[in-house]
Structures are given as C-alpha cells and as structure tokens.
C-alpha cells in the first residue's frame, strides 16, 4: 500500500510549456520534500515544505503544501529539456521513524 | 567535499551468489540510509543507522538481506544468497539531521548500485 500517490506517472511536454505535477495522502504530513532524480543517479533535494498552505519558489519551479498537509503540488513554468527527470515527493508522517517515498512522476521535456 | 561513494556502480551476478554493496557517507553526517528503488515499488527503505547503530530495519525483505555499518565512515549491504527478484538500484543515503519525529533532514544519495541478478 502507498502511503503518497504521485500524479501524473509519466508526462511529456514540449518545450516551453507549463506543467504540474501531485502528490497526495490520506494521511498529514508532518513535512514534505520534494527530489529530483535525473538518469544514472541519485535523488537531489529540491525543496522541504513543513507548514499548511505554504508556497516556496526556485527559479520557474512553485511548489505548494495544502492546507491541511495532506497533499502538495509542483509547478514548472516554461519548461526546459534541463527540467528532465524522474520527480519525487517524500514525507514524513507523525510518529513514524522515516521518510516515505511516492513513486515519482517521470517528465520528459522535449526539445 | 565528496558526496556519498558507493561501490560498485554495477553488478551483474547469478542467483545463488553473494552480493556485497558499499558505501561511504559524507564525513560528519550521523545517519545512514540504504535504499532500494525499482519501477514496481518506487524507493524503498531497506534499513538505516544512527551513529553506527541500526535504528530501523523493518524493510530488509527477509533473512538473506544484512547490513553493517563497523565505524563512521563505511556500510555495507549483503545479499547472500542473491535471487532475481533482489535486482534493483540500491542507494545508499547520508543525512546530518533526522528525516523523521519533528525534523527534515536532507537525505545525500550516492548514484547507486545497479544489481542484476540472472
């Protein structure tokens, strides 16, 4: 069972375009992140959420955590062929010892 | 400063073998993860360790699965003996602070261990 659904599971995208990606769960989250996994290699951290309704920004990337912190959205304006990768949310629920992983939303910008 | 190293990149064997993977974390960081990740089930927490000490394993899948962390700088992950099913990409993941109970530690992921097992 999936405590975090990502959505979508796959996208690709022109160049150019907008594009939002989710993730949600039944349960609250105590905090949520957000990594960037590219081909061959490690998730990076992109950006940590903690508070409801909070909006964060890095460069043409807006992530927002719901009120309620049970979901959280990423947004990417103007999208690059750089922004290529494998897009996971991780969170951390109350009372439990670790962080739990989504199964990632794969984008693929085209040129 | 160096990431996390893990060793080998790599790692192609048959079924019945042992399967030893490596990993250094980044100097200073006290938590210490090991992860598998495959296209069925995403990242999956295997075991981790605080300061040596294993605090959670719950996600090593059975008895064939173990994992050591002998001093701060070194962990390994042994499969023995290996099957099919254990091929996946294993991260190993250093952390300084907590990724859980109130905090949000950065998890470092080293590029991974790519194992098939025939």
């Known amino acids: 069972t999936q405590l975090l659904e990502q959505s979508p599971q796959f996208l690709s995208i022109q160049e150019g375009e907008n594009l939002t990606v989710y993730c949600n769960s039944s349960s609250v989250f105590s905090s949520l992140q957000w990594y960037r996994q590219e081909p061959g290699e490690g998730p990076v951290l992109l950006v940590t959420v903690v508070t409801g309704g909070e909006v964060k920004k890095l460069k043409r990337l807006t992530f927002q955590f719901g009120d309620a912190r049970k979901d959280s959205s990423l947004h990417i304006t103007a999208a690059q062929p750089g922004d290529t990768g494998l897009y996971l949310c991780a969170g951390g629920f109350p009372g439990a010892n670790n962080l739990f992983f989504g199964t990632g939303t794969r984008l693929t910008v085209i040129p | 400063d160096a990431g996390v190293i893990q060793s080998p990149r790599h790692e192609v064997t048959e079924m019945g073998q042992e399967v030893t993977l490596r990993c250094k974390p980044i100097?200073?960081?006290?938590?210490l993860f090991w992860y598998r990740q495959t296209m069925m089930r995403g990242l999956e927490l295997l075991i981790y360790?605080?300061?040596?000490?294993?605090?959670?394993d719950s996600g090593m899948p059975e008895d064939r699965f173990s994992a050591k962390m002998p001093n701060a700088s070194f962990s390994t992950l042994k499969i023995q003996p290996s099957e099919p099913r254990d091929s996946a990409v294993y991260f190993c993941?250093?952390?300084?602070?907590?990724?859980?109970?109130?905090?949000?530690?950065?998890?470092?992921f080293g590029e991974g261990s790519r194992l098939t097992v025939l």
């Open positions: 993941a250093s952390s300084l602070l907590p990724t859980s109970g109130g905090y949000t530690g950065e998890l470092f």
């Open positions: 100097s200073g960081h006290d938590y």
């Open positions: 360790f605080n300061n040596n000490v294993p605090i959670d």
